[in-house]
């Protein structure tokens, strides 16, 4: 390879890839390539500072007719216990309304990072989040049904479904992988993937932009399409991170309805 070539290789970006969500410390006396503290960590604990900072104000001193603040938070608190908790679970949702608001919340947040300028990547895009908030959720919905029936009549009620005695060596493995593996699985693999498909696509049109002009002057107005698409997928990208919020929640409060429930 000539001297040149290796120039024009250099000078060619890479391509975005799966490298590109493992970043290095952010931590100034540890290593390059330590992961315990990244941006990703840092905005996880930014979010949840954000979270209790924002609750704590909000109803330090509430008020009969309310302010901004409190009106702001009784909102998201009303929207999650109204058409979320009660609305899926029934009556008893009131009790579990605080966590689910809090995971809405959590969720809501770390999936905003991923529009911010200038940060531009969700914590939610790293399969290890999605995955304990669902292995959180996972425990809570079993724990709730062993307390509600104990653990026999509990482990009855989930595996063994209403049907003639034959099929059940056939039903009960299906109802075993669907409600125990299966469950805690989806949840962290949906809000995982639309992140990080989200990203990657925020990533490739912001990046295509950038090649093609530095490529080619003639590739100019190719450059302004391709950012033109970056802003139109930000706005689509933020619809996404409202609605995996919201479906994630949704699917927690149906599991722990299930959980409850007599009958299968």
């Not at 104000?57 to 009303?78: H, M, N």
């Not at 049109?205 to 970056?230: C, H, I």
Request: include cysteine; glycine fraction near 4%.
């Amino acid at each position: 390879m000539t001297g040149q070539s290796i120039v024009l290789a250099a000078d060619v970006p890479f391509p975005p890839s799966v490298e590109d969500f493992y970043l290095p410390s952010i931590l100034p006396w540890a290593e390059h390539d330590n992961y315990w503290f990244t941006k990703i960590t840092a905005l996880v604990w930014l979010s949840a500072a954000l979270i209790i900072i924002f609750f704590l104000v909000s109803y330090r001193k509430p008020q009969l007719v309310p302010t901004k603040k409190q009106w702001f938070a009784e909102s998201i608190y009303g929207f999650v216990r109204n058409n979320i908790a009660i609305e899926m679970i029934g009556p008893r949702g009131v009790n579990f309304a605080p966590y689910l608001t809090t995971l809405f919340c959590f969720i809501l947040l770390n999936n905003f990072w991923g529009i911010v300028p200038f940060v531009q990547i969700s914590p939610n895009s790293h399969i290890a989040f999605p995955a304990f908030l669902a292995v959180i959720s996972y425990v809570m919905f079993i724990a709730v049904g062993v307390r509600q029936h104990g653990v026999v009549k509990y482990l009855k009620t989930a595996l063994i479904p209403p049907a003639p005695w034959f099929i059940l060596p056939l039903l009960i493995p299906i109802e075993f992988f669907s409600n125990f593996l299966v469950r805690p699985f989806s949840l962290a693999v949906r809000l995982f993937a639309n992140m990080f498909a989200g990203h990657m696509l925020l990533l490739v049109f912001t990046l295509g932009g950038f090649a093609m002009l530095n490529a080619n002057a003639w590739f100019a107005p190719f450059s302004v399409v391709s950012w033109v698409m970056t802003i139109a997928l930000t706005f689509l990208e933020f619809l996404v991170i409202c609605l995996q919020a919201y479906v994630f929640t949704v699917l927690t409060a149906s599991y722990v309805q299930g959980a409850l429930a007599d009958e299968h």
